[in-house]
């Protein structure tokens, strides 16, 4: 069992999310109009409508450059916005006297341009005169669902999925009834997510039909988000010609094949004209590629990008290859090394419409790992960085963990820099959004290419709260705000989020929602998998502890724990050359334990117990600490939102405190078999004895 079985509650109305009633009371409140054509503005219009409907307020839909004259709120659409960068998706606002402007040179400027209104509430209107330019800092902000059609025997409805079925299909079916894709789309757009692959990178026998004949599901949901300024993409399989095609190949050099993707793709933009491209996870834990036919993975992209070039289409190519069944024995194969040494050879080959699609990480969305190398390695190709909303290795929406400080962290890391020096070289947000100092290689002088933007894998299902756990939403929330500003203080964001979603919540309920939540990615680290060492997981479903699981499976995920030492030897000197993937100063800095930061030791060596951390503590009486810590943490946070969860929604606090209850046993399980395992190995007791058992 991987997904959630229990499917919760999706009998029940969709909880509004961030994007309740009351959240349009200012705008709705107020004589607006809404000038100029197209879908999206019609969308805005529609929502303008029935927010002036419900609040008191006026609406009149105009023509472009028609005189207006009483209005609190113009939005419209011209004339064009001098601004550089994103200009389909900018928008302008001014205000003046308390008259807001909002002028986009398109209708998916206004959109957004609607929605950061509704997010400033009230202080759009009585905040003082401005006049700013909104861009986003990349136009590919992408979700990936990992939702099958059918139900599959081991991972479900959907893959690492913890939030009950799919929002799109049911056993089989595209549901008949997308009334919750529709309020999907309204959310996302909400906070600025323009693209949406909607089936699983691991795409089995029904799910490929999707691209032939079942396409007409695929029109059916791409119609209702393209009324959101949303591109549908789908995940295929690079099989797809021998599986659904009938060829006796699928090597990608060969002509027939290449021709049957031209076909498919033709038939996908005639029916879907604003189609965004294919999603492929290729060679990649048993999915079928190039490698089969000796070709490189350049040749199976460039392929496919030929084929979807005429229609502006993309090709998002997972670059997660690595070995999934290497013996564990065998001390010379590095999983992290895979994507690396897979892909760096083939910088400079990927046709313009090929997104390399990076994880974060070089092993897994680990709660902690390095960044993986490979972003800072491929300056001729666009480079998407791929993150993981669904919470598969971070408490899988039992527990509360935010994310956010983590994506900023990620975004905010400079391959180039020492640590504390902060500005001097691109950010990983600069080199996915091809902002900034990301133009210029510093390894080589050269000019990137543009940007691949952000992906991530999507946390919802068909729950009532979207998201199982109701505090996970605050993950998608966020996950659309860095895509689109990757500069936003997380904490600001986790504010924004609580303010929209519980409107009128006295200040103590923010403040409580925030203690909860704000440093939860910290809390969840502190009593799962020390020091960077990663995984630690049950196998298969990946909850809870098991800290051999993995240990002696082909999977690569190993931390080498003996009665002396634990870690992982990634150095250049004696380990597995790892750390030397990576540029000056970060490879000096992980080859050496001395200079390697803490949090990241047993990712780069192998170390004694008795090795001191820059903390001045032992490795082992870290382990202790870290996790007692944790369950105290979760301990408080329960506390705290034991004062609060009265005056919330009986709903939402009862599911909120099940889950609460859930975190603690669960933290506590991992704490106990941790330091158990760790006191077992080394033998060295606890300096402030307490109970290991
Ligand atoms: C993880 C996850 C799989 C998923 C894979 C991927 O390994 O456990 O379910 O298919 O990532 O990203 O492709």
Same mark, same amino acid.
């Given at each position: ?31 607006? !109009?809404?000038?100029?054509?197209g879908a999206l503005a019609?969308t805005v219009?529609?929502e ?24 609190? &709120?113009?939005l ?13 998706e900018?928008f ?7 008259? !807001?402007?909002?002028?986009a040179?398109c209708d998916a400027g206004l959109l957004h341009g609607f929605f950061h ?7 759009? =209107? ?63 757009a909400a906070?600025g ?7 699983? @990178?691991? !795409? ?23 009324r959101w300024g949303?591109?549908?993409? &789908? ?21 027939? !094949? ?97 997104? &390399? ?43 509360? @963990? ?51 933007? =952000?992906?991530?894998? %999507? ?33 600001? @964001? ?82 597995? +050359? ?13 080859? %050496? ?7 990241? &030791?047993? =990712? ?11 903390? +001045? ?27 609060? %969860? ?48």
């Open positions: 069992m991987t997904g959630d079985s229990s499917r919760p509650s999706s009998a029940h109305a969709p909880h509004p999310a961030w994007l309740p009633d009351d959240a349009f009371a200012a705008i709705g409140s107020r004589r607006v !109009v809404v000038a100029g054509d019609g219009a529609e303008v409508a029935a927010a002036t409907a419900r609040f008191g307020g006026s609406f009149s839909r105009l023509e472009v450059g028609d005189g207006v004259s009483d209005a609190d &709120l113009v419209t659409l011209s004339p064009p916005v001098p601004t550089s960068g994103g200009p389909d900018s302008r606002l001014t205000r003046e006297a308390g008259a !807001v402007v909002v002028q040179a209104l509704v997010r400033l509430g009230d202080d759009a =209107f009585d905040g003082p005169d401005t006049d700013e330019t909104h861009a986003p800092a990349t136009d590919l902000r992408m979700l990936d669902h990992w939702d099958n059609v059918d139900v599959h025997p081991t991972m479900g409805q959907v893959e690492r999925g913890y939030s009950g079925g799919s929002i799109f299909y049911d056993d089989g079916v595209v549901h008949a009834d997308l009334s919750r894709v529709e309020r999907y789309a309204r959310l996302l906070v997510i323009n693209r949406v692959a909607i089936n699983n @990178v691991n !795409v089995h026998a029904r799910e490929a039909r999707l691209l032939t004949d079942d396409l007409g599901d695929v029109v059916r949901v791409a119609a209702v988000f393209r949303i591109r549908v993409h &789908l995940s295929v399989s690079f099989a797809s010609p021998m599986t659904l095609g009938g060829l006796d190949t699928s090597d990608p050099l060969d002509q027939g !094949v290449a021709h049957w993707w031209v076909r498919a793709a033709a038939r996908a933009w005639d029916a879907i004209p604003d189609f965004g491209g294919f999603v492929v996870k290729a060679d990649s834990e048993g999915q079928p590629g190039p490698f089969a036919y000796g070709r490189t993975h350049a040749d199976g992209a460039n392929m496919l990008a030929a084929a979807v070039e005429p229609y502006d289409g993309l090709v998002h190519w997972r670059a997660f290859v690595y070995d999934h069944k290497q013996d564990w024995r065998d001390r010379s194969t590095d999983r992290a090394r895979a994507a690396y040494d897979h892909f760096r050879p083939l910088d400079g080959t990927f046709s313009d419409n090929v997104v &390399l699609q990076v994880k974060y990480g070089p092993m897994d969305f680990q709660v902690r790992e390095p960044l993986n190398p490979l972003l800072a390695a491929m300056p001729h190709t666009r480079v998407a960085l791929e993150l993981q909303v669904t919470q598969e290795y971070t408490g899988q929406q039992r527990h509360a @963990v935010y994310l956010g400080p983590q994506w900023s962290q990620i975004l905010g890391f400079r391959f180039w820099d020492s640590a504390g020096r902060a500005g001097g070289s691109p950010s990983v947000a600069d080199l996915a959004t091809g902002r900034g100092k990301a133009v210029e290689d510093p390894g080589t002088g050269t000019w990137r290419k543009p940007a691949g933007g =952000f992906a991530a894998v %999507s946390n919802v299902g068909d729950d009532e709260f979207w998201t199982g756990h109701p505090f996970a939403q605050a993950n998608l929330y966020a996950y659309g705000r860095l895509c689109w500003d990757p500069t936003l203080d997380p904490g600001a @964001v986790l504010d924004e989020w609580v303010g929209l979603t519980f409107p009128g919540a006295p200040d103590v309920v923010g403040q409580a929602l925030h203690a909860v939540l704000d440093r939860s990615w910290e809390t969840y680290e502190l009593y799962t998998a020390p020091l960077g060492v990663g995984f630690m997981v049950r196998p298969g479903h990946h909850y809870g502890p098991d800290v051999d699981g993995y240990e002696y499976t082909p999977w690569g995920t190993y931390h080498f724990a003996d009665r002396d030492g634990i870690g992982v030897d990634r150095t250049v000197g004696t380990g597995t +050359g790892y750390a030397g993937q990576y540029p000056a100063p970060w490879s000096a800095t992980y080859e %050496s334990p001395t200079s390697c930061p803490d949090e990241l &030791l047993l =990712f780069f060596h192998h170390v004694p117990y008795t090795h001191v951390l820059h903390s +001045g503590k032992t490795v082992v009486q870290h382990i202790y600490d870290t996790h007692f810590d944790g369950v105290e943490r979760v301990e408080q946070m329960i506390a705290v939102w034991s004062e609060v %969860s009265a005056l919330m929604d009986p709903r939402v606090s009862e599911r909120v405190s099940e889950r609460l209850a859930e975190q603690l046993r669960s933290a506590t399980e991992w704490r106990d078999q941790v330091n158990t395992y760790f006191f077992r190995k080394s033998g060295i007791p606890d300096e402030r004895g307490r109970t290991i058992y």
